[in-house]
Every structure is written in structure tokens, then in C-alpha cells.
């Protein structure tokens, strides 16, 4: 994914959820858009590096969005409004070697009256339904999900179990965008139904998948796979 004309600044603080502060290098204070609903655990110190972008959509608020946080000397992307195109795109080259080359890709499938998964993935006579969550917490070694409870990616891992069939296959997802994790599980400590459930519905034929992104603030690529370990964060 090529990103254009991101501009250099220093975070200050986040607030009201969706508000960054920034500063930028002649010393004025800009608002920024934080389009990541997650806590943001352990990048959010002031004084880091940060990427933000600005859109020419005369009906945005805060025309400017932060894209990226530098933690630990290595781009950290945290806009989770690229994170499926990101996949997407890994996946179309066939880098996503659990898929392999593929026939057809539909975003935004719709599972349920009130529900909707990222991607139907077609190959042959097979179906396989995908949901994306994109990581950005890094502790130790572990790169975790969640940042948050997040009853609604509990309730994705549950919809991904129940659409499992013969000739339909169901899988999670995990797309790290930062450099420093070597594995991949579930942050139990901060939400523990979500290690469990993703625990329980992996034994019911749930597959789990985490690819690893190189973040740069010319350009974020998928680079590699990642280990998963479903045990607690302490084995």
C-alpha cells in the first residue's frame, strides 16, 4: 500500500476517543481524526513521532488523521481504515500462503441480518469467510489482541464458528503493523472471553492466521507470517 504526503509531527495526547493533539514542527497544535476504536495501549506516550495525512473532503471536521506512531524505534500504523485494504492486497498477490491463489474476493459480506464479516474468499468450489483485526500492542516478544474487551470481536470469533460447513472454511485474521513482535496470541489479561472464546472456536475448526506488516511512512507491505500461540500470555 503507497501512502502520499504524510506529514511529520509530535503526539501530545488523545482524547474524546477519536481527538489526537499533535505538534508539528513549526510549533503550531493541530487536532487530528484517530481512526482506531481500540486503547492504543503502549503507543499513546507523548513526545513520540507521528504520521498524520490530510483529506480534501470539505465535509470532514478535522481534515487531518493520524496514521502512524513511532514506538520503540520502529512505524507503528494504527489507521484501521487501511487494514483490510491492506489484506486484501496481500492476499490478491497470494501471499497469504493459507490461501493461496484465489478466484474472487467480496468485502463486506453480510452473515446475518445485523452482522457483516470483512471477506468472502472464493477458490474452487471452496468458500472461506475472513475477519481482519489489525494489532498494534507489543509486549515483549507478543504482539496481542485485544487492546480493549472488545464484545464485538468475541462475537466475530463466535459468527466465524457458526458459518463452518463442509466446502466453508472460517479464519481470523491478525495483521501486525509493527515490526517488533515475534508471535502472535491473545491478551488475556485485558480481555479474557475473547482468549477464550478464540481458544474454543479454534478447536471447533476456526483457523487462525497472523501476517506481519513492514510500516514506513512511504509505504505499509505485509512482509511475512507469524507464529500463534493460543495459550495464556504468561506460557
Known amino acids: 500500500m503507497i501512502l502520499q504526503d504524510l506529514q511529520s509531527a509530535t503526539f501530545i495526547k488523545r482524547y474524546k476517543r477519536f481527538l489526537v493533539d499533535v505538534e508539528r514542527p513549526d510549533g503550531t497544535v493541530l487536532t487530528v481524526h484517530c481512526p482506531n476504536t481500540g486503547s492504543m495501549r503502549g503507543c499513546l506516550t507523548p513526545g513520540n513521532r507521528v504520521m498524520i495525512s490530510c483529506s480534501d473532503n470539505p465535509k470532514r471536521k ?89 464484545a464485538r470481536g468475541t462475537k466475530h470469533l463466535q459468527e466465524l464458528a457458526g458459518l463452518l460447513a463442509p466446502g466453508v472454511r472460517a479464519m481470523i485474521f491478525f495483521c501486525v503493523q509493527r515490526q517488533d513482535g515475534k508471535f502472535v496470541g491473545p491478551a488475556d489479561h485485558i480481555d479474557p472471553l475473547y482468549g477464550e472464546t478464540l481458544r474454543q472456536v479454534v478447536a471447533q475448526g476456526v483457523e487462525v492466521v497472523a501476517y506481519q506488516a513492514l510500516v514506513q511512512p512511504s509505504e505499509i507491505t505485509i512482509r511475512n507470517a507469524l507464529p500463534v500461540r493460543l495459550g495464556t500470555n504468561e506460557e
Open 62 to 150: 478535522y481534515p487531518h488523521g493520524l496514521e502512524m506512531i513511532e514506538v520503540a524505534g520502529y512505524w507503528v500504523g494504527i489507521n484501521t481504515m487501511r487494514t483490510n485494504h491492506l489484506v486484501r492486497e496481500a492476499i490478491e498477490a497470494g501471499l497469504v500462503a493459507e490461501l493461496g491463489r484465489v478466484d474472487r474476493i467480496q468485502a463486506e459480506v453480510k452473515v446475518s441480518s445485523h452482522s457483516r464479516l470483512d471477506f468472502l474468499v472464493v477458490k474452487g468450489g471452496e468458500k472461506i469467510y475472513l475477519e481482519v483485526k489489525n494489532c498494534t500492542l507489543v509486549e515483549g516478544d507478543a504482539a496481542l489482541f485485544p487492546d480493549a474487551v472488545t
